[in-house]
């Protein structure tokens, strides 16, 4: 069997409080803060140089952390609009916020001493949930009560069975955005443990580039996925 | 301009079966706790799993409906 793998915040004194706390897991709570806080840090540290000087993103040539942000939220921005249109502004706040925190927290497995949050169904299934009833506050917002029209079906007299079918299939999205993100993080992370306990050397880098690019395909797909579920919610029933 | 877009197409029929698989599960558990709340096994549970294999070919529809684009590269 693998090694006992050491995880370095599983040592510190917010672990231990946590864990008196029946029925807590702390390691995915604690790992998923510290993206969130290095995510808040980045920020902070981006609109600061912006706001000391605007024009910095066209003067500087050389790799710096705000040119970094500004390709990926550039980017972001710009498949969004080529799937959303108009509207890719007013989502980019919570796609690019979900879709963000996912990549980090993917990433974070990857450094030897980190677990990460995504290898636990309960962070994954948070980040579903929110993208989920995002998706129908959407829907009812911009359609208001005309909304039920997408659950009813072309035919009326369908209507009553067309409309439990429509609620699985939505629970479904839930079911199937958390797992495929859950599975391929938490397979990842333990393929790399086992091959790290079996030959630690030089083996392991191949499953790590493995485990970069599961990572950043499974944190697109899931921003994919969301960009999908919300335009459908925009657009009319038919 | 075709590669990246078949690439995202590639990515969201990937999804799909996963989708599927879910609808079936998410119909069945609804069954067995409609069945446990009425005291009707096994017929919720069988007409449950129906609706689960509905809604599954449902979004197999749906997708193949968006894709058509997929078959006029093909033409070119």
């Known amino acids: 069997m693998a090694a006992e793998t050491f995880i370095i915040l599983d040592h510190t004194p917010l672990h231990s409080a946590l864990e008196k706390i029946e029925g807590i897991d702390p390691a995915p709570i604690i790992h998923a803060g510290l993206v969130s806080l290095l995510l808040v840090g980045l920020a902070i540290t981006v609109s600061r140089s912006y706001k000391s000087n605007p024009r910095i993103h066209q003067e500087e040539k050389t790799f710096t952390i705000t040119n970094f942000m500004e390709m990926i939220v550039g980017g972001l921005l710009n498949f969004m609009q080529q799937t959303m249109g108009d509207h890719a502004k007013t989502f980019l706040p919570l796609i690019g916020t979900t879709g963000i925190f996912i990549l980090i927290s993917n990433l974070l497995g990857t450094i030897p001493g980190f677990d990460p ?35 009813m079906g072309p035919v009326l007299w369908l209507a009553p069975l067309m409309f439990v079918i429509e609620v699985i299939g939505h629970l479904a999205r839930i079911l199937s955005l958390s797992f495929r993100l859950f599975g391929n993080m938490f397979g990842d992370h333990m393929v790399l443990g ?30 994919l996925l969301s960009i999908l579920y919300i335009s459908g919610a925009l657009e009319e029933a038919h | 301009m075709g590669k990246p877009k078949l690439f995202y197409d590639l990515l969201k029929y990937s999804s799909l079966g996963l989708e599927m698989g879910a609808a079936v599960v998410i119909g069945l558990l609804m069954g067995i ?5 009425f005291e009707t096994y096994p017929w919720l549970t069988l007409l449950f799993m129906c609706f689960g294999f509905v809604a599954a070919t449902k979004a197999l529809i749906k997708a193949l409906k968006k894709g058509i684009f997929l078959e006029e590269e093909g033409e070119e």
């Open chain 1, 194 to 223: 086992i091959f790290m306990g079996l030959v630690p050397l030089l083996i392991p880098v191949a499953f790590m580039g493995l485990g970069v690019f599961v990572s950043v395909v499974q944190a697109f797909v899931f921003t």
């Open chain 2, 33 to 37: 706790y409609l069945d446990k709340r």
């Open chain 1, 117 to 151: 949050p995504t290898s636990n169904l309960n962070t994954t299934l948070a980040c579903a949930i929110v993208i989920v009833v995002a998706t129908h506050y959407v829907g009812v917002r911009t359609h208001g009560v005309k909304y039920i029209k997408h659950f």
